[in-house]
């Protein structure tokens, strides 16, 4: 029997669905027992090279996660035997390996058990994301670097660092002790938060468009929030990155940036928003606040205020206050800033911004287009606003955004 | 650690400097990043170039000296600028590369810059 180019691209589809979905399971699995993190991507990476070739023509197995499990283990047991280094570690195999009608079915989603380990307070604190996304996700070193702001072989050789030391310094793959779990969980939290938007430490004012991966960091995080339903700030966190997702359309008009009080409100993904509202709810019920709760509280308001009307000046200046005490970054001071002045006017938020750290401010483009948003309301536009907005077109990197507040500092006059 | 960051840029982006209705935002945009490096104190030295049109090259061809009207290489992106600057390490100096202007539609080069030599040869 022929089989025709239809089904061999049907079984390539059915590899790649089998790879989103399957990658970051199997992998989680295997390392458990395997610790050695390169070496079962190794196998994963030959496993699924195996399943595009032989599929087309044998044809989809009943069971795709089960066949890959099988073919990738199989993999592992022949690199080990053909290691004489390796030999603990097919002992180790052997030893913990579970029987095979046991896994047949389903396979035990231990990814959550995957980004603590990937979060693990002993690696470098940069690593983190990177290497949730590559063994969560199966992304690339190549995908990854940019956003990241290295070279690809930069990226390629911190991976391979971290998982060397991983395997060397024997980190288990499993749930941290109940007493570490909060400052564990806010590991996996804080990498995935990076993750979406690469360098800010305040996401949800800027434009994240050339950085981060936020679909990746989304799906990340939707997995955090199915692992653990009863963690209120996995909730907090998924519902904040669906709320700037949601605008993202709306951010840009022939290529142009809009402000977010400027954007369309047409273009927002009302269902997007309708999830995150969902999810802010949920979180809110197990009374455990938190910085992401309040971050995404805050994106609510907004969102409420454009979409009603609604004189939200009030409660968004408390949710900003709230979230000074949970993460006074510079990021969420100059937000709070911001909304101070929306309330109490433009001095009482300079007032602010004159409060802040000068080094800390000194390279951060968001305060300088807050200084000069200020400057401007206060009608003391001329030479300070526009020194402000220089520093920021100086310190932007995206071009719409350089370009958006060139065009407010030639309206500045002067 | 020295670091030259060379800015490349398209004949468009060179269209711009004198153009009437562009050439305002193009030097906006390059005066506020200046202003940036040098605020910042990290600056060893930097200038801007002329267009690749303004380039002449001399060569060796066959043991002949010729000299040729352009730059090195006809490539669609030309050096126009560089800047040398003092940074901690490469994640510092990409920071600032990833800001220049001529990232819209150029591409910007980090090099380390040679270290000086040891005259002992140690």
């Known amino acids: ?414 | 650690m020295q670091y030259m960051m060379m800015f490349y840029e398209t004949e468009a982006e060179f269209a711009k400097r004198n153009s009437a209705s562009e050439s305002p935002a193009y030097w906006g945009a390059w005066t506020a990043y200046i202003g940036e490096l040098n605020r910042a104190g990290i600056v060893v030295k930097g200038d801007g170039l002329l267009p690749p049109s303004a380039a002449t090259t001399v060569r060796l061809a066959n043991g002949e000296r010729l000299v040729q009207d352009g730059p090195v290489t006809a490539s669609k992106e030309q050096l126009g600028g560089y800047f040398v600057i003092e940074v901690p390490d490469l994640d510092a100096a990409l920071t600032w590369a990833a800001r220049s202007p001529n990232l819209a539609t150029g591409s910007t080069e980090v090099r380390p810059v040679l270290p000086p030599m040891n005259p002992t040869g140690q």
């Open chain 1, 1 to 414: 029997m022929s089989l025709g180019p239809g089904s061999e691209a049907a079984a390539r589809r059915a590899a790649e669905h089998a790879a989103r979905q399957s990658y970051g399971r199997l992998l989680a699995y295997l390392v458990r027992s395997w610790r050695d993190v390169a070496a079962v991507e190794d196998a994963i990476g030959e496993a699924f090279a195996r399943a595009i070739e032989t599929w087309p023509l044998a044809g989809v197995p009943a069971n795709p996660d089960a066949w890959l499990l099988v073919a990738a283990r199989r993999r592992l047991m022949d690199a080990a035997r053909s290691s004489r280094v390796r030999s603990e570690g097919l002992r180790s195999l052997l030893v913990t390996t579970p029987e095979q009608g046991e896994e047949a079915d389903m396979l035990p989603d231990k990814r959550l058990e995957l980004m603590f380990t990937c979060a693990h307070p002993a690696l470098d604190p940069s690593i983190h994301a990177p290497l949730m996304l590559q063994t969560v996700l199966g992304l690339s070193a190549e995908r990854i670097a940019s956003s990241f702001l290295v070279s690809p072989d930069t990226m390629g050789r911190r991976l391979s660092r971290a998982k060397l030391r991983i395997r060397d310094i024997g980190l288990s793959f499993s749930a941290p002790e109940p007493e570490h779990l909060p400052q564990r969980m806010s590991g996996v939290t804080d990498a995935i938060y990076a993750a979406y938007g690469q360098g800010w430490d305040s996401i949800a004012s800027d434009d994240v468009s050339i950085r981060g991966l936020s679909e990746e960091a989304i799906w990340l995080a939707t997995v955090l929030v199915h692992a653990v339903p009863q963690d209120a700030e996995a909730q907090g966190l998924l519902a904040l990155m669906l709320y700037c997702q949601s605008r993202a359309a709306a951010r840009r008009e022939d290529g142009r940036f809009v402000p977010f009080a400027e954007q369309d409100i047409a273009r927002w993904d009302a269902a997007m928003i309708a999830s995150a509202e969902h999810l802010l709810a949920r979180s809110g019920q197990k009374r455990d606040p938190g910085r992401f709760q309040l971050e995404a509280a805050i994106q609510s308001a907004m969102i409420q205020s454009r979409v009603t009307g609604r004189d939200m000046r009030q409660p968004l200046l408390a949710l900003h206050r709230g979230l000074l005490q949970f993460a006074p970054t510079i990021g969420n001071l100059v937000g709070h800033a911001l909304a101070l002045a929306n309330l109490e006017g433009a001095g009482a938020g300079l007032d602010a911004l004159d409060t802040l750290d000068a080094s800390k401010v000194a390279g951060y483009q968001p305060y300088w287009v807050a200084r000069a948003h200020l400057l401007e309301a206060l009608g003391t536009a001329g030479k300070p606003a526009r020194e402000a907005l220089e520093k920021a077109i100086g310190l932007s990197e995206e071009p719409a955004l350089r370009a958006h507040l060139q065009r407010r500092l030639a309206s500045l006059g002067g």
